[in-house]
Every structure is written in C-alpha cells, then in structure tokens.
C-alpha cells in the first residue's frame, strides 16, 4: 500500500506572486490525504532548498478540518512564519514548507512556491546606482558646537559636542 505523505498546503505567498520586505508564509498541514493520520510534526519553511526555520504550527483552522473531518490535531492544524526576505536577492526564489508526521516511520510532505522578490518598498525612489562611490565636497552647514567641520571633507576628526549638533555635507551630485 502506497504511504500517504502528509499534505501541506501553502496559502501564503500565493505562487508567482512579487513580494517584499517580510512576509508571512502560512497554510495548513494535516497527515495523510486518504486516511486518518497521526500529528504533524516540525513545519520547516525553505529558501531555495535551505531551511530558514520551523513555522509556528497549530493555529486554529476550523475550515480546513471541516473538509478534512477527524484529522489529527484539528482544528488546529495551521501554521505561520515571518520570512524575511530583504536579505535574499531580487529574483526568483522557491518557497517550500516540509511537514513530518509523528509515527514511529516518519513522513514528510513538501510544496513549494514560486516568489519573486522585488525591490523594498522605498527601492523605487532610491535612485542611487548600485555602486558608485561618492564623497563630500564642501560643509553646507553645521547646527550646535561642532568644531573643525571642514576636517571631515578630508578624513580628520571632527568633535560635535552636544545634543542636536550636526553636520550637513555637500555631495555636489
Ligand atoms: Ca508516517
């Protein structure tokens, strides 16, 4: 008899979707499609085939165990990670969450989505070129006690002694 892997469903991200900053990959795991299963286990959530963690798993999920009746651990049989994806690259990337059952032979199921992370939410108005280096040309102006500030266009100490000092430097961009 074939074995029944434990079915995983991700609802969050939906597939193909741009995503930025955090986001929350959730759904719902339950053991075995066609039969009565034992609990699920470890819900480990993975960026292109490495873990980043384990979701949070047994969130109330009464809609699920009424089209899956008598399920192991319902109706508490959601899950929920916070995956933060402003370190990953702008691209394509795969979401998978693997669950594991409880019983003494141990069964994983896993699905993926397809994401593209996108630029953050400000990326679009920053304008600035990936990489260019720039340096100041000139003080434009300085607040409070702020002494020697033009030693700052050439890399020597400046001292700003107080609170609200500050030093406003020229780029010429
Ligand atoms: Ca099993």
Redesign the pocket.
């Known amino acids: 008899m074939a ?1 029944a892997l ?1 079915s995983v469903y991700i609802e969050r991200p939906l597939n193909g979707s741009t995503v930025s900053g955090t986001i929350t990959v959730k759904g719902w795991a339950i ?2 499609a066609s039969t009565v ?2 609990a699920i286990g470890p819900v480990q959530v993975q960026v292109d085939g490495t873990t980043v963690g384990n979701a949070t798993y047994g969130l109330a999920r009464s809609d699920v165990c009424t089209a899956y009746p008598g399920r192991m651990g319902c109706p508490n049989v959601g899950f929920s990670y916070l995956l933060n994806t402003t370190g990953f690259t702008q691209g394509p990337h795969t979401v998978t969450v693997c669950v594991t ?7 994983t199921g896993c699905q993926s989505v397809a994401i593209t992370v996108g630029p953050s939410l400000f990326g679009r108005y920053n304008l600035a070129p990936a990489s260019r280096t720039v340096r100041p040309v000139s003080i434009y102006t300085t607040s409070g006690n702020v002494q020697n500030p033009s030693n700052f266009l050439s890399g020597n100490p400046t001292r700003l002694t107080g609170s609200g000092s500050y030093v406003t430097v020229d780029f010429a961009q």
């Open positions: 074995v434990p053991d075995n299963g034992t059952d409880t019983d003494p032979t141990p069964d």
